[in-house]
């Protein structure tokens, strides 16, 4: 690999490696245990077996009825539940693994590189060590950064003890990761968007008044009821779908009305690129603006000057969104 690749590519690289190998047979496979949690998995087995055979040694030698015998039987449910536990771990790890490299195909832009490194870290066997604590939970070690033979002793003691004392790597818990931060494409609220034309030219051609406020506010209202995924993904596609028209993120990148760049609640100026954009955080914000964004489309769209350029044409849903976001991104001003 060449000298100047950085992790973060190695990591990706190597996951879609490991992915590649991942079917759909073996996400189903209940005896599959990917080959890099396999050493640490069989010594928590190992030893938890080992601490219940003894207690049922231990557990003969009292009184069915007796307070030790008792106490003994309730330690080797614990034990058990562990177990139970650690395959449960396993068994989700897999079913993480299928969905992210399902993700893959409809990933999204607005995906962060914090979020795909993470995802392809745990789910793609990258990760820098692994510890299962004591109930059979999976503790991940993560660095952006190379952990050379130097954090050797320093890994090896995260594995026994799960405890990581310097700043250069983070532990992320497999039960908090659910496919952390990787954005799907919007289909749900891009068919929103194109229903929405096709309504606002209906009305146009009956001669019904726009209705601004209420175009802001339903758009508004999808884009909450979708979650933040939902929005992060809207502002990165491209809505005309045809492969060209640039995405909201992409104009707000090259530059817009000012007004765009300005916060809906606060009035600060907001930040240049887009890193903001792809922060589930900000979604409220992002939301507010795509919205404004997405009624001064339909507000052109049933002004006069889109008649003028399709005359009376009918267009199909598709066909309309097309231009009128077409029209629309190529329409902004350099931001200063």
Request: net charge negative; hydrophobic share 30%; proline share 3%.
């Amino acid at each position: 690999m060449p000298k100047n690749t950085t992790k973060l590519d190695r990591v990706r690289d190597n996951s879609m490696k490991f992915l590649d190998g991942f079917d759909d047979e073996t996400m189903v496979n209940s005896n599959y245990i990917p080959e890099g949690i396999h050493p640490f998995v069989n010594q928590f087995v190992r030893n938890n077996s080992d601490f219940f055979n003894k207690l049922a040694v231990e557990e003969d030698k009292y009184d069915k009825s007796s307070d030790e015998h008792i106490a003994i039987k309730k330690e080797k449910e614990k034990v058990a539940k562990r177990l139970i536990n650690v395959r449960s771990q396993i068994d989700k790890l897999n079913s993480g693994t299928g969905a992210f490299k399902a993700a893959q195909a409809n990933m999204s832009e607005g995906t962060s590189d914090k979020a795909y490194f993470t995802n392809s870290s745990v789910y793609g066997n990258q990760y820098d060590a692994l510890h299962i604590n004591e109930d059979g939970n999976f503790n991940f070690l993560i660095s952006p950064k190379e952990l050379g033979a130097e954090y050797g002793a320093a890994k090896q003691n995260f594995s026994q003890t799960g405890e990581w004392d310097g700043d250069e790597a983070g532990i992320i818990k497999l039960d908090e990761m659910s496919n952390t931060g990787i954005i799907q494409e919007p289909y749900g609220a891009k068919t929103f968007v194109w229903k929405l034309a096709e309504k606002t030219k209906v009305e146009k051609d009956s001669g019904k008044a726009f209705d601004e406020k209420w175009t802001y506010n339903s758009t508004l209202n999808n884009l909450t009821e979708g979650g933040p995924h939902a929005t992060i993904g809207l502002a990165f596609t491209d809505l005309a779908g045809d492969g060209q028209t640039k995405s909201f993120a992409k104009m707000y990148e090259e530059g817009m009305k000012e007004d765009y760049y300005t916060h809906p609640d606060t009035g600060e100026t907001l930040p240049e690129g887009l890193l903001w954009m792809k922060d589930p955080a900000n979604a409220d914000v992002l939301s507010k603006l795509l919205s404004k964004y997405v009624t001064n489309i339909m507000k052109d769209m049933h002004g006069p000057e889109i008649n003028e350029d399709t005359g009376q044409v009918k267009k199909t849903q598709s066909q309309l969104a097309q231009d009128l976001i077409k029209k629309y991104s190529h329409a902004g001003h350099k931001h200063k």
